[in-house]
């Protein structure tokens, strides 16, 4: 059964940094690219940034130089490391695998940008 499960989500302050994490497990193999979406309250879910299983990245214009994502392969995770947060960044971040026809999706972890 393939799994995703994020964890790492915080309150964090303007200015600050947080780094959140997706387990998988089950069917999900070092070959998925994999992604982090979010979604900000009244908004469509978006992807912020994504890396292949060759680790080929791909970053959204409003999160480059801040966000960056990474995967360690032995552990099946992958992480998004974000620095200099905005309120704007506040959203639920789901985390995204893919390979071929095969897709799945974690439950999703809330990172709120505030003072």
């Known amino acids: 059964q393939a799994q995703l499960v994020e964890s790492g989500g915080d309150l964090v302050q303007p200015g600050g940094s947080l780094s959140i994490s997706c387990a998988a497990s089950?069917?999900?193999?070092?070959?998925?690219?994999m992604a982090w979406y979010r979604q900000a309250p009244g908004k469509q879910r978006e992807l912020a940034a994504s890396?292949?299983?060759?680790?080929?990245?791909y970053y959204a214009d409003s999160v480059k130089g801040r966000f960056t994502i990474s995967r360690d392969k032995a552990k099946n995770t992958c992480y998004l490391q974000m620095n200099n947060l905005k309120p704007e960044d506040t959203a639920v971040y789901f985390c995204?695998?893919?390979?071929?026809?095969?897709?799945?999706w974690g439950q999703g972890t809330q990172v709120t940008v505030s003072s």
């Open positions: 089950g069917s999900i193999t070092s070959a998925y690219n």
């Open positions: 995204n695998a893919r390979y071929s026809i095969y897709e799945h």
């Open positions: 890396i292949s299983g060759g680790g080929s990245t």
